[in-house]
């Protein structure tokens, strides 16, 4: 294993020098998705592309899916529910040409679960980490950030796989890692692994717009740092240049810096502050 826990998936050294990427993911009714208000296909699909996102973050092609669930006894037509559950789940797969290849059904007394393991490949040489990041660096993120719950985009989101695809193939990525518990949590992860500081600009961090615009400047600011579930790509890089011959929409958010550990976001008057890591914290 050349990694293991601490990145968006675990980097397995196979022969002749390849790498396979395996991630993984269990989401619970109550705490990820409501079954009262959410459908089976949109359960399904989230739990499937929560895991593409890991991929995504790491340039990882899915080859494999396994997936387990745990069914309430109280269920009412269950049946009906797996198969809408499975129908999304098998869109994705053809969608992103992987396959389905095991996984298990139990029945209990507690709530809904279902966790996708998935396995990938790397589209380049080999797999990008978060511990990659360099001092002089550039940070960037593919899309605007925050409102994600309250709109059901956690939902409905489209894993990055095409975006990573992309900087692959035209630009040299030092770190990279999806927002799922929010940028200013995620991002101090990939400074913490990367031995390296960040400084934020207030005024790049692109605020999506699913945060009413009738909120404060500061309110909103605070949701695109700390909401999460956006599932866009943060990532590292020292020349720039190329991002701006393409279509896709990448946000300049800042600079990887020296100052190992320390995460400040400098204001519009250009007043520096510590950033606090505010975020979903995984219990």
Not at 4 to 13: E, R, T, Y
Not at 27 to 46: C, E, I, M, P
Not at 130 to 155: N, Q
Not at 170 to 175: D, E, F, I, L
Request: proline content about 4%; aromatic content about 6%.
């Amino acid at each position: 294993m050349q990694v293991g826990i601490g990145d968006d998936g675990a980097v397995l050294n196979c022969q002749a020098g390849q790498q396979q990427v395996v991630v993984t993911d269990m989401l619970l009714d109550q705490v990820h998705f409501d079954l009262q208000t959410t459908s089976a296909a949109l359960v399904g699909r989230k739990a499937v592309a929560v895991n593409l996102s890991d991929l995504a973050a790491m340039a990882c092609w899915p080859t494999a899916a396994f997936i387990s669930i745990a069914i309430p006894r109280v269920m009412a037509a269950p049946d009906q529910f797996l198969s809408q559950l499975y129908d999304a789940m098998a869109e994705l797969a053809d969608q992103y040409r992987f396959t389905i290849a095991g996984g298990d059904t139990n029945r209990w007394d507690g709530p809904f679960a279902i966790n996708v393991c998935l396995t990938g490949v790397p589209m380049g040489q080999q797999a990008i980490l978060r511990s990659g990041a360099k001092p002089g660096d550039k940070l960037f993120v593919t899309g605007p950030l925050g409102g994600s719950l309250a709109s059901h985009r956690h939902l409905t989101f489209e894993p990055k796989l095409q975006t990573a695809m992309w900087l692959v193939e035209n630009a040299t990525v030092h770190a990279m890692m999806d927002i799922s518990d929010g940028l200013s949590i995620d991002l101090h992860r990939m400074m913490e692994a990367s031995g390296t500081g960040g400084l934020l600009s207030e005024d790049g961090i692109p605020i999506h717009d699913d945060v009413p615009e009738s909120l404060s400047r500061a309110v909103r600011l605070q949701a695109a740092l700390s909401d999460g579930e956006d599932f866009e790509l943060l990532f590292a890089l020292s020349d720039d240049t190329v991002l701006q011959s393409t279509a896709i929409d990448f946000h300049l958010i800042g600079y990887v810096t020296d100052q190992v550990g320390k995460v400040v976001v400098e204001d519009s008057c250009g007043a520096r502050s510590v950033l606090p890591e505010s975020g979903w914290q995984h219990s």
